[in-house]
Nanobody
Framework: AQLVTSGGGLVQPGGSLRLSCLAS????????MGWYRQVPGKVREWVAT???????NYKESVKGRFTISRDDAKNAVYLQMNNLKPEDTAVYYC??????????WGPGTQVIVSS
């Protein structure tokens, strides 16, 4: 598979999860990578970006709570999610930022924030 995500689960509000994404070389190498999320019935939305030189950007509602990082040796992208809220419940995906470089979205990883 081109993109393999993991790390989701059920967590209580205020809890933390760390998502991982392993990408193929063609998608990852030298490219800006992002995390996205989708709630059933809604459009997939962008969450965070990390450029190939480590600069980051975040959706306003996750700033200060989520941290995106990358490991070039592993073609991996991570999303550390702290202080999770019920509205963070979604299926999370990673992919290249630039549309022409993207791979298949795959199943993603489910995050459920609930007490």
């Amino acid at each position: 598979a081109q993109l393999v995500t993991s790390g989701g689960g059920l967590v209580q509000p205020g809890g933390s999860l760390r998502l991982s994404c392993l990408a193929s070389e063609s998608i990852y190498s030298g490219n800006s990578m992002g995390w996205y999320r989708q709630v059933p019935g809604k459009v997939r939305e962008w969450v965070a970006t990390i450029t190939n030189d480590g600069r980051t950007n975040y959706k306003e509602s996750v700033k200060g709570r989520f941290t995106i990082s990358r490991d070039d040796a592993k073609n991996a992208v991570y999303l550390q999610m702290n202080n999770l809220k019920p509205e963070d419940t979604a299926v999370y995906y990673c992919n290249a930022i630039r549309i022409p470089l993207r791979g298949s979205w795959g199943p993603g990883t489910q995050v459920i924030v609930s007490s």
